[in-house]
């Protein structure tokens, strides 16, 4: 068990450029979590996989993010057209099951200059 | 609609104090989880508890308390003797259990320093 490891931890883009997070859960766990932080504030929900189905989504989820777990594994978050706004940590998490905490990976810094 | 309000944004305490951080929350259901989370400087969340709504034991873990009382919908966290290493943000969550949402919902958290 090595946790939940994110990759990149930072991120400086331009604005318009895309860019790609990836999560590799714990591997035992079957849910994975995308949360955004920014500054002074707590995580925000943004999407969360059973498995390799995509069961929940926010609002905050534009149609520029979308975010992908195939087979099960590891999980992308793909943000498209970056804008001054996206810049935040991007948390990911995983969990055994909604009784159980979430362990959180160190998270993406994504600034957008 | 879920709503977790952490009233004290920062607090600064001399170390061996103790400190209690206040949580209150908002939901319509019966049935859902409350959680607390660490956020010390590297930036990683630490779990610290989870406590379902139909257990209202106080739970205590070494110098850590937590006291829920549904009645004031309030779940709050109480560190005895504090130390310097106990400095983070400190975030209360909910999640509630009806139409099989997963997802925390989290106050704006409290920034907790201890001084030596």
């Known amino acids: 068990d090595t946790g939940v490891s994110q990759d990149p931890r930072h991120k400086i883009t331009k604005r318009g450029q895309n860019v790609t997070f990836r999560c590799d859960p714990i591997s035992e766990h079957n849910r994975l979590y995308w949360y955004r932080q920014t500054l002074g504030q707590g995580p925000e929900f943004l999407t969360y996989f059973q498995n390799e189905a995509q069961l929940e989504k926010s609002r905050l989820l534009s149609d520029r993010f979308s975010a992908e777990r195939p087979k099960g594994s590891f999980s992308t978050l793909e943000i498209q057209r970056t804008e001054q706004g996206d810049s935040a940590m991007y948390l990911c998490?995983?969990?055994?099951?909604?009784?159980?905490?979430?362990?959180f990976g160190s998270g993406t810094r994504l600034t957008v200059v | 609609a879920q709503k977790v309000t952490q009233a004290q944004t920062e607090i600064s305490v001399v170390e061996k104090e103790d400190v209690t951080l206040d949580c209150v929350y908002e939901t319509r259901d019966t049935t859902y989880y409350l959680f607390w989370y660490k956020q010390p400087p590297s930036g990683e969340l630490v779990f610290l508890i989870r406590r379902n709504s139909f257990d209202e034991q106080n739970e205590i873990s070494g110098r850590y308390s937590w006291n829920f009382q549904k009645s004031t919908s309030s779940f709050n966290f109480t560190i005895t003797a504090s130390q310097v290493v106990d400095s983070a943000v400190y975030f209360c969550?909910?999640?509630?259990?009806?139409?099989?949402?997963?997802?925390?919902?989290f106050g704006k958290g409290t920034k907790l320093t201890v001084n030596p």
């Open positions: 998490a995983s969990s055994p099951g909604h009784r159980w905490g979430y362990t």
């Open positions: 969550a909910l999640s509630e259990a009806r139409g099989g949402s997963e997802k925390l919902v």
